[in-house]
């Protein structure tokens, strides 16, 4: 099993459910306004995030400087999403590291067949592959559907989604995590309200 090389046996699983690559990135730390938990404990399970995702560029490992430039990004896109939902200022700082990155990873798609596969002419593959979550959020967070990037309403959470819906009253960042976290709450509510004393 390839978790326990690392000695990372009890990492915690991805959650690959949210539609917008930038959010599924940010959402690799979830429960943000409760106990936070880091779904990107190791370099190596930013290896195995990037592969998920399908943005391997190449065969180099993420190294911890790696690790904490995907973590500082992370952060970036999620304090600038969340000024988007507010309709505050973004950090100055975040906007530079996100556009940096964007600018720096000198990735192209490329038709295998049938399959989309990225590539890059940078030197520093894991680094592209960055460059590619944050070129995905510069296009959620500006782009023409900026106005549908929300926060997630689930206490604990604060994840960033885009509301896609019709009539745009979604309220969860995914149904299979907070919005069933919501229906067990309100079901627990309604079965203690209803106990007779
Ligand atoms: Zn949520």
């Known amino acids: 099993m390839v978790l326990a090389e690392v000695g990372v046996a009890e990492a915690p699983p991805f959650r690959l459910d949210n539609e917008q690559l930038a959010f599924r990135f940010t959402a690799t730390l979830s429960d943000r306004s409760g106990t936070p938990v880091d779904r990107l404990p190791t370099p190596r399970r930013l290896d195995d995030w990037l592969a998920a ?10 190294t911890e400087a790696d690790l904490n430039l995907a973590r500082r990004l992370r952060e970036a896109i999620h304090r600038t999403g969340t000024a988007t939902t507010t309709d505050t200022t973004p950090d100055r700082a975040d906007l530079d590291l996100i556009n940096t990155l964007a600018r720096d990873s000198r990735t192209f798609p490329e038709l295998d067949k049938t399959r989309l596969r990225w590539r890059t002419r ?32 689930h206490a604990d959470c604060g994840g960033l989604y885009l509301d896609t819906s019709r009539g745009q009253n979604r ?20 079965s203690v309200a209803k106990t007779p004393i």
């Open 122 to 153: 940078s030197r520093h593959p894991v680094r592209a592959a960055l460059g590619l979550i944050a070129q995905d959020a510069i296009i959620a967070l500006g782009g023409h559907q900026r106005g549908q990037v929300k926060a997630c309403e």
């Open 171 to 190: 309220r969860w960042c995914s149904m299979n995590t907070c919005g069933n976290r919501a229906k067990k709450a309100k079901f627990r509510h309604q």
């Open 53 to 62: 995702n399908d943005l391997s560029l190449g065969s180099a490992h993420a």
